[in-house]
Nanobody, 117 residues
């Protein structure tokens, strides 16, 4: 079992920035594909930023150029830097760990991001 704990959410004005953190209870490097998802009110959960096994991360079109996913392997922590936030970015953001080669996914409890005008 992998426990994921998100933090860093909050209320920000449009155009502002926020940095989310996801701390994993065990090592994740090379074992899990880490990513960030979000779910806005009345909408389906969508992927926002996903790590790649051997290349550049992938991003949803709606956040390209504004969001950056990164990680600190030594700390077993994944980050999501969100810049130039827009109203439509308002959602609960979830950290995800997908175990390579399996159908197993782990999810954090979510952290609320609210962007105001």
């Amino acid at each position: 079992q992998v426990q994921l704990v998100e933090s860093g959410g909050g209320l920000v004005q449009a155009g502002g920035s926020l940095r989310l953190s996801c701390a994993a209870s065990t090592t994740i490097f090379s074992i899990y594909r880490m990513g960030w998802y979000r779910q806005a009110p009345g909408k389906q959960r969508e992927s926002v930023a996903l790590m790649s096994s051997g290349g550049a991360p992938t991003y949803a079109d709606s956040v390209k150029g504004r969001f950056t996913i990164s990680r600190d392997n030594a700390k077993n922590t994944v980050y999501l830097q969100m810049n130039n936030l827009k109203l439509e970015d308002t959602a609960v953001y979830y950290c995800n760990a997908f175990r390579w080669g399996t159908p197993i996914n782990y999810w954090g409890q979510g952290t609320q991001v609210t962007v105001s005008s």
